[in-house]
């Protein structure tokens, strides 16, 4: 690759951060190329340019939190939509899980670019993600991404006494959504009403459709690991911080 690219882009690409954040940064005279200050948005770089970003840019970054929140049914992860709240509603002080460990402190700041790094849906509970970091929600949710993330759905079989084995191996891998055929999930039972279903993609109300094309309703559907960071004892409707020891 020899053709320049847009400044912010490549910051992105290289992981120095979102390019939200790098327009932001290039604005404020924080980003360098081959040691100059480039201030000025839409400017261009080739691949072979050494790009550098000022103190204040990483210690800015430091200060961004992340945070995970056991959402529970009829919160939509993002906007408020339809009257039902968002989940960012339920982050405030009287919520936070009271075993967390991390010495960070609550601060209303910390709702401001609060983002949901993936949905889950408003009848879905379990694990969300919350960050105002742009490399976590690029890692998260970026088009390359290659975290998993594990579901427990009870389910009930609408055709006849026991989901066959042979509907089981479509759900692991043979079903197409939308024209497109879905990437290899694992799928397995958990016990005689239970799932447990690994995916690494997150096509809309994905489970919930790959259960319905081999006869199993969904009675319900709980997020419970993303990537390597799992929902463990965190309870219902309350939340925590990503811990600095925690990676996805």
Known sequence: MTEPLRLSKRMSELGL???READEWIARGWVRVDGIVVSELGSK???SQRISVERQAAAEQSKRVTILINKPVGFVS???EDGYQPAVALIKEANRWSEDRSPTLFHPTQLRSLVPAGRLD???VGLLVLTQDGRIAKHLIGEETSVDKEYLVRVRYTKGDKLPDAELRRLNHGLTLDGKKLKPAIVKWQN???????LRE???RQIRRMCDMVGLKVLGLKRVRIGGVKLGNLPEGQWRYLGADEQF
């Open 78 to 80: 993002g906007q408020a």
């Open 45 to 47: 770089v080739l691949p």
């Open 122 to 124: 408003i009848d879905s």
């Open 17 to 19: 951060c979102s390019r």
């Open 192 to 198: 005689e009403d239970q799932l447990s279903f690994t």
């Open 202 to 204: 997150g096509k809309k």
